[in-house]
């Protein structure tokens, strides 16, 4: 059987992705380096072929067998990015050229590669670019990450031929819970912030806009853009988005839905400067080319994901294993320790 090829599969998005994957009969290999363990894939781990490797060095022999290549690999957010802005390109640029060219290479035909919404970023205080920008209008990438995610589409979209057919998913802000769940994501920090202690932390008023989509109605519109007719999507962009919110009323949205589930919260506007995002995008584009809706509302994924949080006892809320960059640095540090040390546990060698 031909499987899907997911790169990254270990992640937030992607555990989640493997899954849906699964429910719908596709068999899934899985790449990913494993920074955050497996622990996003403890419900599923005896049902995914599991590679466990870096998407830098792809060795071809993984390319054998699979029909599609699904990349949300790479760095994901800007804080990591301007960290290592050197492994961010090599992750987020290079790694994804090079998997198309083992793709074309191998004859697999269908590749579909994450971006980003924070393309479009027009930032605050810019009133007059405030407006619905859709596929055909022009990016502005303002950091590492978003510039590394507009020159991967630029050098993936030049490879499509009647052989090759890559796919580009601008997704918004993502939300819910998953597996490798994180809290450093808008929705999913308000909702941390309110159990943890009771407010949630408004930067900047909340004055600026996002677009917003589940982390389901994410693996959805990936698993759209395998199913849909190659001539749909060859060499197409399509953003994924559910809503475009002021993070002032996110913050009541999802106050209104914690209430519904027993925890009442503040919301405390903090004026003080911070770097901010915002931008509006349009979701029209997969709707009527794939006819391909979000479904799941920003209240129904915040009760959910109280409710998930509590199941699975993801309520240790300062852990770094939730938040891409501190975990990062964590492990870096880490590793420096651990070349000098040696083993844990273990005597030393001695030279």
């Not at 894939?41 to 590679?51: E, S, T």
């Not at 994901?76 to 987020?92: I, W």
């Not at 004055?207 to 190659?230: G, H, N, S, T």
């Amino acid at each position: 059987m031909s499987k899907i090829l997911l790169v990254g599969g270990a992640g937030y998005i992607g555990s989640v992705l493997a899954y849906e994957l699964l429910e719908r009969g596709y068999a899934v290999k899985i790449l990913d380096r494993l920074y955050f363990g497996d622990e996003g894939l403890r419900d599923i781990r005896d049902r995914v072929d599991l590679i466990v490797g870096d998407m830098r060095t792809v060795d071809a022999a993984v390319f054998a067998d699979v029909s599609c290549v699904i990349n949300v690999g790479g760095l994901s957010n800007d804080p990591t990015a301007e960290y290592n802005p050197r492994a961010n390109y090599e992750m987020n640029t290079i790694a994804t050229k090079q998997l198309a060219e083992q793709c074309v290479a191998s004859g697999i035909r269908r590749y579909i590669f994450a971006s980003s919404c924070s393309i479009y970023d027009r930032g605050v205080g810019t009133e007059s670019a405030d407006v619905l920008l859709d596929e055909t209008s022009e990016a502005h990438p303002r950091a590492a990450y978003s510039s590394s995610k507009r020159e991967a589409e630029e050098l993936l979209l030049a490879m499509a031929s009647d052989s090759f057919c890559p796919v580009v998913l601008r997704k918004g802000t993502v939300y819910g819970f998953s597996p490798r769940m994180r809290y450093d994501l808008v929705v999913n920090t308000f909702v941390k912030s309110a159990l943890m202690m009771g407010k949630m932390i408004l930067h900047y008023g909340g004055e600026m806009w996002r677009p917003l989509v589940d982390v389901r109605d994410a693996a959805r519109a990936y698993i759209a853009c395998i199913e849909a007719p190659e001539e749909k999507v060859r060499g197409e962009i399509f953003n994924v988005s559910f809503h475009n919110v002021r993070i002032s009323e996110l913050a009541l949205r999802v106050r209104a839905a914690l209430r519904e589930v027993g925890y009442d919260t503040e919301i405390v506007p903090d004026y003080s400067y911070h770097g901010v995002r915002s931008y509006r995008v349009s979701a029209a584009k997969i709707q009527r080319v794939l006819d391909f809706r979000s479904k799941v509302s920003i209240e129904e994924s915040v009760k959910d994901m109280v409710k998930q949080i509590q199941k699975y006892g993801y309520t240790d809320f300062d852990n770094p294993r939730y938040y891409n960059i501190r975990w990062m640095r964590l492990l870096e540090e880490a590793h420096k320790v651990v070349r000098i040390t040696g083993s844990v546990f273990e005597a030393k060698a001695q030279a």
